[in-house]
């Protein structure tokens, strides 16, 4: 079966996270994603905590599947040349370089789109342009804080605090996939290429607009009552740290359950749902609580939303998180375990839907990765390993129309 977007030539010049992220998705789904790399050493991640001697590193090999590796040295006048050639005949370029270093290059968009008038010129920065940092370089935990995650995670007696979430890097990664795709679709009716970027600011920004809706409810009314702050605690002008509460409606938390002293994951998250109050007694064995006046709105459990959540704590000290979900369930309420990196990795269910896939790495052996999180009805998606560095170059360059002495050449002149 061919893959959808078979036929799509990338050239592929991110790096770290971000970049590789968006162009890794791609792959996935059947483009053909040429990853230009440095001779020698490639992305930086390849030798990025690496934990097997001489192997690319999981940082890299998490990030680059289904692609091929071209080494490129674009700072030569042969590699420019090759980087020419590859842009004329190529759909989209990807990149996520410090601010200016294309252009100082010599790869302008202006002189991109004079070699290639349909290409899409897709880039990450770490902000938008024009913005008053847009010089700045940026790593995941900097878009983070400057993008509003950062003040409105962790505990309101703690610092800020980045989520191990990649908010900055792979989710700007996906913004920008959507963009590409977007950019491709009007290309069909229009025939043109353009400039698609997107800044990790706005990425951050983008998943934290409840915390902008809840600082404009705060500025008019002067408390947030889904906060743990509320009724009870004081609040000042900005966004508190809201800790474990849920971002919504319905208040939630982080709750012990069974072996919560020697496990640091023995946790579930249960929500009350408002409508779910009467299946939640129940599953509790409160069912007093059911039609008693100072429980049965949402309302009235407010001021004492903590005590609620202490008592599913009694009931819970005697159950495991697993045992706990399974007598939830049955009651429709909505609740998950904290599962651990090391659950995640050993989950049957997992496994079985393809997001957590094994691979087979010539030179790192097998390991775990993520697979794609998007399930088709028609479409299969293979996760196949990352290229070594440069091991597709001969073959990218012959594609090119280069003749086999053009290509030792290229070699001998360290373009390549
Ligand atoms: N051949 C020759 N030179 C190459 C090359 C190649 N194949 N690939 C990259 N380079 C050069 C670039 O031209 C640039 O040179 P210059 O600065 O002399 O013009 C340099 O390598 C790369 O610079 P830069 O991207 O700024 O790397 P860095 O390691 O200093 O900074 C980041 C890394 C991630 C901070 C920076 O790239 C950045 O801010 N990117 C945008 C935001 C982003 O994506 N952040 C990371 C998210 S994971």
Not at 252 to 263: M, P
Not at 278 to 285: D, E, S, V, Y
Not at 308 to 337: Q, V
Request: aromatic share 8%.
């Amino acid at each position: 079966m061919s893959k959808p977007l078979e036929g799509i030539k990338i050239i592929d010049f991110t790096h770290v996270q971000a970049g590789p992220a968006c162009t890794q998705l791609l792959a996935w789904f059947g483009a053909d994603v040429i990853k230009v790399e440095r001779p020698g050493a490639g992305d930086v991640t390849r030798s990025q905590l690496r934990h097997v001697k001489d192997a690319d590193a999981l940082y890299f090999t998490m990030l680059n599947s289904n692609k091929r590796s071209l080494t490129l040295d674009t700072k030569t006048a042969q590699g420019k040349e090759v980087l020419t050639k590859l842009i004329k005949e190529s759909d989209v370029m990807v990149e996520n370089f410090g601010p200016g270093a294309l252009d100082r290059m010599g790869f302008t968009w202006e002189h991109i789109q004079s070699l290639n008038p349909g290409m899409i010129l897709a880039s990450v920065k770490g902000f938008s342009e024009g913005h008053a940092y847009e010089d700045l370089k940026v790593y995941e935990n900097v878009a983070q804080c400057a993008g509003g995650a950062a003040s409105t995670t962790g505990f309101w007696d703690g610092p800020p605090t980045v989520s191990a979430a990649a908010l900055g890097d792979s989710n700007t990664g996906m913004h920008l996939a959507i963009g590409i795709l977007t950019a491709l679709h009007q290309k069909v009716k229009t025939g043109k290429g353009q400039k698609v970027a997107v800044s990790m600011q706005d990425s951050v920004l983008n998943l934290c607009r409840v915390k902008l809706r809840d600082q404009q409810r705060l500025d008019a009314l002067g408390y947030l009552e889904e906060y743990p702050q509320y009724p009870h605690g004081e609040f000042s002008d900005v966004v508190p740290r809201g800790g474990n509460a849920g971002g919504g409606g319905q208040p939630g938390w982080v709750l012990k359950c069974k072996g919560w002293e020697t496990d640091p994951n023995a946790y579930i998250y249960f929500t009350i749902q408002g409508h779910a109050w009467a299946p939640i007694c129940k599953a509790l064995g409160k069912p007093e609580w059911i039609d008693d006046a100072a429980y049965n709105t949402a309302e009235a459990r407010q001021d004492k939303i903590f005590d609620i959540f202490a008592f599913i704590e009694t009931w819970l000290a005697d159950k495991t998180k697993f045992e706990a979900i399974d007598i939830l369930r049955k009651f429709d309420i909505p609740c998950a375990p904290v599962l651990s990196m090391k659950e995640i990795a050993n989950d049957p269910s997992l496994r079985k839907s393809g997001t957590v896939v094994e691979v087979d790495h010539p030179k790192l052996g097998k390991y775990l990765t993520v697979g794609s999180p998007i399930k088709f009805s028609d479409v299969e998606v293979e996760i196949t390993a990352s290229p070594l560095l440069g091991q597709h170059t001969n073959e990218v360059l012959a594609d090119l129309g280069y003749s086999q002495e053009e290509i030792v050449a290229l070699h001998d002149a360290k373009a390549v």
